[in-house]
């Protein structure tokens, strides 16, 4: 047994609300796309509108990951914590490429959920991976949480990239 009754049906819908915010996220890129695109906007694009696919590719790979048919939960935390660590390097990329393009100056809200919330989340998927060989049960609820923080964050970010294009960037433009 590895701790992941009960769980199936939680992951399924993570896992299939994060597959399916995927594919609205590449329709609405590509609707967007129509438009003529500088190459400030293009190293934006790499610090706000990526990391939402991300996070959602991530969310859908750990609900695979925790639906998949394990023997022990060892095997299942090593993978969510090796998750938390790549997602956790990601994020310092990310708020790199935040500081370093200059087609919008970010705000507090932007830091929060572009840089501070999903690296909680990874820091608390690779958290629970090391106290899931002690305490299996809570570190089950804080992979939830971090899958939740990360569908919750991509959905604020890819709302807040449309916003911007519709309401900001179509003004400029006119």
Same mark, same amino acid.
């Given at each position: 047994?590895?701790?992941?009754?009960?769980?199936?049906?939680?992951?399924?819908?993570?896992?299939?609300?994060?597959? =399916?915010? $995927?594919?609205?996220?590449?329709?609405? $890129?590509?609707?967007? %796309?129509?438009? !003529?695109?500088?190459?400030?906007? #293009?190293? *934006?694009?790499? =610090?706000?509108?990526?990391?939402?696919?991300?996070? /959602?590719?991530?969310?859908?790979?750990?609900?695979?990951?925790?639906? @998949?048919?394990?023997?022990?939960?060892? $095997?299942?935390?090593?993978?969510?914590?090796?998750?938390?660590?790549?997602?956790?390097?990601?994020?310092?990329?990310?708020?790199?490429?935040?500081?370093?393009?200059?087609?919008?100056? !970010?705000?507090?809200?932007?830091?929060?959920?572009?840089? #501070?919330? !999903?690296?909680? @989340?990874? @820091?608390?998927? *690779?958290?629970?991976?090391? %106290? #899931? +060989?002690?305490? *299996?049960? !809570?570190?089950? /609820?804080?992979?939830?949480? #971090? *899958?939740?923080?990360?569908?919750?964050?991509?959905?604020?970010? @890819?709302?807040?990239?449309?916003?911007? +294009?519709? /309401?900001?960037?179509?003004?400029?433009?006119?």
């Amino acid at each position: 047994m590895t701790g992941l009754e009960g769980w199936e049906n939680f992951y399924v819908i993570v896992g299939s609300s994060a597959g =399916a915010l $995927i594919g609205l996220q590449f329709v609405v $890129i590509t609707l967007i %796309a129509t438009k !003529p695109i500088a190459r400030v906007d #293009a190293l *934006a694009g790499g =610090a706000f509108a990526t990391p939402s696919v991300v996070h /959602f590719g991530v969310v859908l790979l750990l609900s695979a990951i925790a639906s @998949a048919p394990w023997k022990e939960i060892i $095997i299942v935390s090593f993978l969510w914590g090796l998750v938390g660590v790549c997602g956790a390097v990601y994020v310092v990329v990310v708020a790199r490429r935040m500081r370093v393009q200059s087609a919008y100056q !970010p705000v507090f809200e932007d830091w929060l959920f572009h840089v #501070a919330l !999903p690296f909680a @989340a990874y @820091a608390v998927l *690779a958290i629970s991976a090391y %106290a #899931a +060989h002690s305490y *299996a049960r !809570p570190a089950l /609820f804080l992979v939830g949480a #971090a *899958a939740l923080l990360l569908l919750f964050v991509g959905i604020h970010n @890819a709302w807040d990239a449309v916003m911007y +294009h519709v /309401f900001v960037r179509s003004k400029q433009e006119e």
